[in-house]
């Protein structure tokens, strides 16, 4: 892995760079996640293979550093993004982002511009109120999640199958997990969906088969969005069909 220290948060991002031609793209994921975990699988399928893939750990999952002082706020992360971004020059790059990422990798593109060339999200959040286990974060204090609730969820979480989350969730640390539930909660003003339809740059949102039906197939293409899908898969996408997410990925990227 490659480490890139972040003065400012007081902590170092650790990545991923998988070498190859043209316009590097950038994979940021989801709550209790990593990249260095979910997407390696993806970025070498057929679809993607041979490209240059920058898949980043955010702070305070996977291997990152776990600053206790960070915000953990998905504009935070959006901004460690975006020093990443300048550390390695990056004149231009493409986003792909899910679920908390999605949100995460809407705020680095509205503030790295036109150095975006396309982005690509899988079921992100685009509203506030985040998602089913967010909110289920979101109703402890911090303390109490930290105290006892983290080691609750993961618990159920592999009771119910969700091993990899589990695993995941067990090396992420439980205040940033909670901090960023909350700010999933809070949301965005302007909300994400706004910032998303505001957007020039060519832009797909990815569902999983098994998520369907969903309003958003029909309400997105009508703000300019493109759809993907891919079959056999639910919202953990890279998990499920990791070669049918890359081939997912490959049509947003054009």
């Known amino acids: 892995m490659k480490t890139f220290a972040i003065d400012e948060a007081q902590g170092t991002l650790r990545y991923h760079d998988l070498p190859g031609p043209g316009t590097p793209t950038l994979f940021i994921h989801g709550l209790g996640c990593a990249s260095s975990c979910d997407y390696p699988g993806v970025a070498t399928a057929p679809a ?3 490209h240059r893939m920058l898949l980043v750990d955010l702070l305070g999952y996977g291997f990152s550093d776990r600053p206790t002082d960070f915000a953990y706020t998905v504009e935070d992360h959006a901004q460690t993004i975006v020093a990443l971004a300048d550390h390695l020059s990056l004149s231009a790059l493409n986003l792909f982002g899910h679920s908390m990422g999605g ?14 060339g396309r982005l690509v999200l899988s079921e992100p959040n685009m509203e506030p109120g985040g998602g089913f286990y967010s909110r289920k974060i979101a109703t402890f204090s911090e303390a109490d999640y930290v105290w006892t609730g983290h080691a609750e969820l993961i618990t159920a979480s592999a009771k119910d199958g969700d091993d990899i ?48 039906p969903d309003p958003d197939t029909e309400r997105l ?34």
């Open 103 to 116: 949100a995460v990798a809407i705020a680095a593109a509205r503030l790295l511009g036109e150095r975006v």
């Open 165 to 212: 989350w589990a695993a995941s969730m067990l090396v992420s640390a439980p205040y940033a997990v909670h901090r960023s539930a909350m700010s999933l909660v809070e949301g965005s003003d302007p909300s994400w969906r706004e910032q998303l339809f505001a957007m020039t740059m060519p832009r797909t949102v990815v569902f999983g088969e098994r998520s369907l």
């Open 48 to 50: 993607l293979a041979g």
């Open 221 to 254: 293409p009508a703000g300019g969005v493109n759809i993907a899908i891919v079959e056999n898969a639910g919202h953990s996408m890279a998990w499920d069909n990791p070669a049918g997410l890359a081939l997912a990925i490959r049509h947003g990227l054009g």
